[in-house]
């Protein structure tokens, strides 16, 4: 379990120091970091900070009993979520340190968690689009919107206008698209998250088949787009048709996901 914040908060807390019973604690002064962090896991180890602020809340002294120091950052802009990846994590943390010279500074850390909110959009179009191959298949799909939140429902609808290849079945993918890095270094993670059947066996010219998705049951994130130039995460509805030679054909589209106030989990 660790803290839970969205952008604006203002993040307050108290930090103990506690010597050994009957030792002192000799320090150059004690501070607090409030710190946003991306980790390219290509490059583990090195934290590109998006956020620093800081704190000092002790001058060079002695230690020598329990000491309490609150400390308070104020409306602090925290415009990225927290997130966990295939190759890149981005991660709030508050640092402690005690600095001492000769003896090496003491360090904690402690980690937080921020999740942003979005209005409903004011404009979420429909996509329609047409797919086929010329004079073997011509189908129309629909989805009733562009822009989905964590909780929704993928409603649409496929049309078959023109069937001369034996088609055996049809899924609907739902895939995340990570990309870390830049140039020649930009590295490629897609994962399939949801493989729903939309049909199973041949359909018929003139046929139409609903489409109703349901996104709770999945991990899925809000679409992230160019992270402090580092990476992005977009989501993709991907269309699979199968014929009776095993052979696939694909459309994708991209969708928008993002975290409606309402969702607590």
Known sequence: MVPLFQ???????????EPIQGKKVDHNGVKVELLGQ???????????????LVRELDVPGDIYEKKSYPFEFSTVEMPYETYNGANVRLRYVLKVTISRGYAGSIVEYQDFVVRNYSPL?????SIKMEVGIEDCLHIEFEYNKSKYHLKDVIIGKIYFLLVRIKLKNMDLEIR??????????????????????LMDGAPVRGESIPIRLFLSPYELTPTYR??????SVKYYLNLVLVDEEDRRYFKQQEITIYRLQEETS
């Open 7 to 17: 952008s604006q908060e203002n993040i307050a807390g108290k930090i103990s120091i």
């Open 38 to 52: 991306i980790e390219m896991y290509f490059d583990r180890g090195n934290f590109y900070d998006f956020t620093s």
């Open 121 to 125: 959009p004011s404009i979420n179009n």
């Open 176 to 197: 995340r698209r990570e990309s870390t890095g830049s140039g020649a270094n930009t590295h490629v993670e897609t994962e399939t998250l949801a493989k729903f059947e």
């Open 226 to 231: 160019n992270i402090n130039n580092k990476f």
